[in-house]
């Protein structure tokens, strides 16, 4: 569980980053993104933080495109992660399943550091 300090400095991180590289990212969203993180756990706080500000206006369009049949898959999910609102569920199948962005094309063959592949890890293997 995340307690109200770690919520803070998440969101703190968050913020600093949207700053620092002219995301233009709401607060609304910043929060969800903070939700995300605290869903995975605090370890991937960084590469998730960055992938999703990077990535938010062209998953969003996405999801605001979405049809009925589209929004079945996040409903089904919502009723086992309800912790998760509808939207993040979506981003979560965007950011996981869905087709790279522009954004993720360019920056393809980046590598994480070591100590992200290894919070990646230690995360799956906690599965």
């Known amino acids: 569980m995340i307690n109200k300090y770690n919520r803070e400095f998440l969101l703190e991180y968050?913020?600093?980053?949207?700053?620092?590289?002219?995301?233009?990212?709401?607060?609304?969203?910043?929060?969800?993104?903070?939700?995300?993180?605290e869903y995975f756990g605090i370890e991937l706080y960084r590469p998730i933080?960055?992938?999703?500000?990077?990535?938010?206006?062209?998953?969003?369009?996405?999801?605001?495109?979405?049809?009925?049949?589209?929004?079945?898959?996040?409903d089904e999910i919502h009723k086992s992660t309800p912790t998760l609102d509808r939207f993040s569920i979506a981003m979560l199948i965007e950011v996981l399943e869905g087709e790279d962005t522009l954004n993720q094309s360019e920056n393809a063959g980046q590598r994480l550091s070591d100590a992200e592949l290894r919070a990646i890890r230690k995360h799956q293997d906690e599965q």
């Open 14 to 37: 968050v913020e600093s980053e949207n700053k620092k590289n002219k995301s233009q990212v709401s607060s609304e969203a910043m929060d969800k993104i903070v939700s995300l993180i």
């Open 49 to 74: 933080a960055r992938l999703l500000l990077t990535n938010w206006q062209e998953i969003t369009d996405r999801i605001n495109n979405y049809s009925e049949a589209d929004w079945m898959m996040a």
